[in-house]
């Protein structure tokens, strides 16, 4: 690696950081065209397929069956708004690569901030000591990139973004939400924008690379009345170009938080034990991601701590439901041209009307199963080693209409919003907490309800769904942050309307 | 301190002054981890690396960023630094950010708070590997014929940071953590698959407790979730056990920051010198505990650490404020955040409190919920077991508690003489009297 290629990186960095970026050269035209993507590494770090096979033959040098390098380069800004004023910028510069060696189900696993040969060697060793032989020193040939489409294109990249921009556009949302209600008495915003790209390189001949952004708006607004105070927050985002911010998003932005911090003033607990539950459209889906998703991750299937683990092929709910992780939804939070394996990203149908059809895999564990990996390979950086992790997961619409389905329920629980969920992997048991959502008494929507947390077991929740609605939403924020193993990676999720028969509803009534 | 590390340090901070900088604080870090994790017998996974970085605050005009970069070459920092400041200048104007005024940074205690331990080099990694394995083998023979998978774990790690700032303060720390523990997968009833676990963690390695008291307990508190199952709503005295003690107070103590006062997000607001909590409840920050994960001597302002009353017998007596939030307050500032935070212990342990209590519910683990720090209303999804007469009934799941903090802390009756040891929340299990525990 040349001198000039690490000072390159430099101005790159710095620039990032200060989201006032002075571009490499190749990278002055505006959009990320392909040919823009490829050779990233190459040109800037000095990272050749010489150097390459030099740190995966080290990698297997013990005898490991299989070996990853995984390049990193990242830059990420957030600016933040505080009483009025945009006055606060936070920046990071992440590089680094990981590197990984399999032995069967083992990893050995090593990383490396500095991208010479010889702490990548170093590195390397470390992830070798996973097997304990002597090398197999199989010869690494010419690598192949997959076959790639663009779900994220960029007209600009985040960096050429002026910070003037981004700056009005958080003070617009600042001044709208105070204009909107005159019960807002603060308003905190940012703006955040991830450039992250990456670089895989396999010693089974996969060399992928792809330029991962992500951004989003978010606020939080606080409202009081009459000595008493609410809050709530919203962002709006995802993999997107900047672009996607119009007037019109920023109107929802702030129309959905304003809104939501207002009607909390006339929300109560609901009264507490089991229930009808209807789940609403679009940010529900972190329901189906809580207490599905996790239990059909392969890596607990393998290790049979899942409780879906003997479910394969059998009926786990009524013909109507239909569950989906896709990658290829374009701009999505969760969604993926390639996983951090370089595998393709791709749609993988998890429940086929009522039938478990398949688990989220990434390579050990397809290797495991004798399936082809299904694009499920994520983690949080260079740090970390890849898990099988969700991407975009929903339901598909079925026939019935959201207003059947409130329709169908005397006394019961429809909920808006809901955020942080969690699960017990093996017994499936799950709890989520509801900021919004509505009392159903005879058919109708009534009260509003806030403040209140739903307890239900995965398996057992998945075959009570018995109506399912036309109206699908995919959750359209970009801060879907998925926390697994201490690993966390943005996520997607939507649902349509639905209606669970049974659900315990916590409450502080008896 | 490091001198290499307080050399850089100082060198950007000369480079930030130089490009525009008003005042500027830096801080340098790095840090060495190694982790083995088991799985059945097996090595399961091995990682080992080291990291560093630099963080730059930039106060330009009474503008202000922090910036992060791992590229510490002087060179490549330089332009880090001359960008830092350019995006500064685009920022709006806040009057209240500034560096501390430095008469804050006097005092610090001369006191060895014991974070830094050097057995960590000496623990070898074939050590650590026995280490990994024997805690499985604990838990495997204890765990019995139900076990379907125990996974077991040993981690080191070695921390060491630099702080100085523009207008006088330095500072350094150096932390070592030892961490070792389990989780067990059992075959309960029908597909539920229960798991436990157990995790201790030290700053010292001769803390550690021995390898098959780790496992031990992994599978017994693995053990004791089968045949758990929801029942019926019911009102109950609940102790909450030492090591979840944490996720309830975190919610009390979100709402006595300065952010949240100032932001008017805190349920706190104006209830300083008044009772918040039931006189049983005395809370203390303790930054002096020797080995404590939260032991400092000097914040993330520079004030040096001080032992704080925050709930003294159930009235209010403090809130977190950092430099800044004092100024937007109009008030003098205590300490932007939690080091230690010590529940005072009471005399009796669980098991005395089971027998003499009836009958009631000890909660083992939290699930989901989350906690409002504008209105203090709270939800959380609770793992535990009925009791009658000292004596575990019906392990429970699937239930939850609901409450406002004011009223739920009003109800502590009693705590425990059990603090948790593994964590910067030296919690005893905490016992509330008339909780709604809602289940079918």
């Not at chain 1, 294109?153 to 985040?158: A, D, I, K, N, Q």
């Not at chain 1, 009570?464 to 999720?493: H, W």
């Not at chain 2, 790690?157 to 961490?179: A, Q």
Request: hydrophobic share 40%; aromatic share 8%.
């Amino acid at each position: 690696m040349s001198l000039m290629t690490r000072r390159s990186f430099m101005k790159t960095a710095a620039a990032g950081a200060a989201a006032l970026t002075v571009l490499p050269r190749g990278l002055r035209a505006a959009g990320a065209a392909p040919e823009l993507m490829t050779g990233y590494f190459e040109r800037e770090f000095g990272i050749d397929d010489t150097l390459c096979r030099q740190v995966l033959a080290r990698a297997l040098g013990k005898g490991g069956d299989y070996a990853d390098l995984y390049f990193e380069h990242a830059l990420n800004n957030r600016l933040v708004l505080e009483d009025g004023k945009v006055n606060r910028a936070y920046g990071e510069v992440l590089l680094g690569v990981g590197i990984r060696t399999v032995k069967g189900d083992q990893i050995g696993y090593g990383f490396s901030q500095d991208l010479t040969a010889a702490a990548m060697l170093a590195a390397a060793e470390v992830a070798s000591t996973i097997a304990s032989g002597r090398g197999a020193a199989a010869p690494l040939g010419g690598w192949a990139a997959p076959k790639m489409s663009d779900r994220y294109p960029l007209t600009r990249l985040y960096g050429k973004v002026p910070l003037e921009e981004k700056r009005r556009l958080v003070q617009t949302v600042n001044d709208a939400c105070f204009a909107r209600s005159p019960l807002v008495t603060k308003v905190n915003g940012s703006i955040y924008d991830e450039q992250k790209r990456i670089l895989v390189v396999t010693s089974d001949g996969t060399k992928a690379e792809d330029l991962q952004p992500l951004t989003y708006l978010g606020v939080s607004v606080t409202a009081e009345r009459n000595g008493k105070r609410e809050r709530a927050s919203w962002n709006l985002g995802g993999r997107r170009d900047f672009a996607y911010y119009t007037p019109e998003v920023l109107d929802e932005l702030v129309r959905t938080a304003v809104d939501r911090a207002v009607i909390l003033f006339e929300a109560r607990q609901p009264p507490a034990g089991e229930m009808p539950v209807v789940l609403g459209p679009g940010i529900t889906g972190i329901l189906l991601h809580e207490a599905i998703g996790h239990g059909m991750e392969a890596d607990f299937n393998r290790k049979k701590v899942s409780t879906y683990c003997t479910m394969l092929g059998r009926k786990v709910a009524e013909p109507e439901v239909t569950i989906i992780d896709d990658a290829t939804e374009p701009n999505l939070a969760g969604s993926l041209n390639i996983d951090d394996e370089g595998t393709p990203g791709q749609r993988t149908v998890l429940v086929d009307r009522g039938i478990l059809t398949s688990y989220m895999h990434d390579n050990i564990s397809a290797r495991h199963y004798g399936v082809a990996p299904t694009g499920n390979g994520r983690r949080e950086s260079y740090q970390h080693y890849v898990l099988p992790r969700m991407r975009n997961t929903y339901m598909l619409p079925g026939p019935a209409t959201p207003e059947e389905v409130i329709r169908s329920v005397p006394r019961g629980l429809y909920i808006e919003d809901v955020s942080n969920g969690q699960v017990s992997i093996g017994q499936g048991d799950f709890a989520f907490y509801v900021s919004q959502g509505r009392l159903i008494e005879g058919g109708r929507l009534t009260a509003p309800v806030k403040d209140v947390n739903i307890m239900g077991n995965g398996p057992k929740m998945l075959a009570s769904i018995t109506m399912v609605s036309n109206d699908l939403a995919m959750y359209q924020g970009g801060a879907g942050q998925c926390g697994k193993g201490g690993q966390g990676v943005t996520v997607g999720f939507g649902l349509p309307t639905v209606l669970v028969k049974s659900m315990t509803v916590g409450g502080s009534k008896a | 301190m490091n001198r290499e590390m307080f050399d850089l340090a100082f060198q950007t901070l000369e480079m930030a002054k130089t490009a525009g900088a008003d005042q500027c604080r830096v801080a340098i870090n790095r840090d060495r981890s190694v982790e083995i994790s088991y799985r059945d017998h097996q090595v399961e996974t091995i990682k080992e690396a080291g990291t560093r970085g630099l963080f730059l605050e930039v106060f330009v005009n009474n503008r202000y960023s922090s910036q992060y970069t791992s590229d510490l070459r002087p060179a490549e920092l330089k332009g880090f630094v001359v960008q830092a400041i350019a995006t500064t200048r685009l920022l709006e104007e806040d009057p209240f950010r500034t560096l501390p005024d430095p008469r804050y940074y006097e005092g610090r205690a001369p006191v060895d708070l014991k974070r830094s331990d050097p057995a960590f080099s000496s623990l070898s990694t074939e050590q650590m590997h026995e280490i990994a394995r024997d805690v499985g083998e604990a838990a495997q023979a204890k765990a019995g014929p139900r076990m379907i998978s125990v996974t077991s774990s040993c981690a080191k790690s070695w921390s060491e940071n630099v702080r100085l700032s523009s207008n006088g303060f330095e500072g350094g720390e150096e932390n070592t953590c030892f961490s070792s523990g389990a989780s067990i997968s059992l075959q309960d009833e029908g597909d539920r698959r229960p798991c436990g676990d157990h995790f201790a963690e030290v700053s010292t390695r001769a803390e550690l407790p021995p390898a098959e008291a780790i496992g031990a307990e992994a599978a017994q508190r693995s053990l004791d979730l089968l045949g758990a199952k929801k029942v019926k709503t019911e009102t109950l005295p609940v102790i909450v056990e030492n090591r979840s003690v944490p996720r309830l107070l975190g919610g009390l103590v979100a709402a006595m920051s300065g952010a949240s006062l100032q932001q008017k997000q805190s349920f706190l607001m104006g209830k300083k010198g008044q009772a918040i909590a039931s006189e049983r409840f005395t809370l203390v920050d303790d930054p002096f505990i020797p080995g404590g994960f939260g032991s400092r001597l000097f914040d993330g302002d520079g004030f040096p650490a001080r032992r704080r009353m925050m709930v003294d017998a159930g009235v209010l007596r403090d809130y977190y404020i950092s430099w800044y939030y004092s100024r937007k307050l109009g008030c003098e500032p205590t300490s932007g955040g939690a080091s230690n935070l010590v529940i005072a212990p009471g005399s009796r342990s669980v098991a005395e409190i089971m027998k003499s209590l009836g009958r009631g519910v000890l909660v083992r683990e939290f699930i989901g919920g989350n906690s409002n720090s504008t209105t203090g209303d709270m939800s959380v999804g609770i793992v535990g077991t009925l009791f009658a007469n000292g004596v575990p009934t019906q392990p429970i799941a699937e239930m939850n508690i609901a409450a406002n903090h004011l009223q739920l802390w009003s109800r502590v009756a009693e705590v425990a003489n059990d603090p948790w040891l593994y964590s910067s929340r030296r919690t005893p299990s905490v016992v509330f009297r008339d909780v709604v525990v809602s289940g079918i």
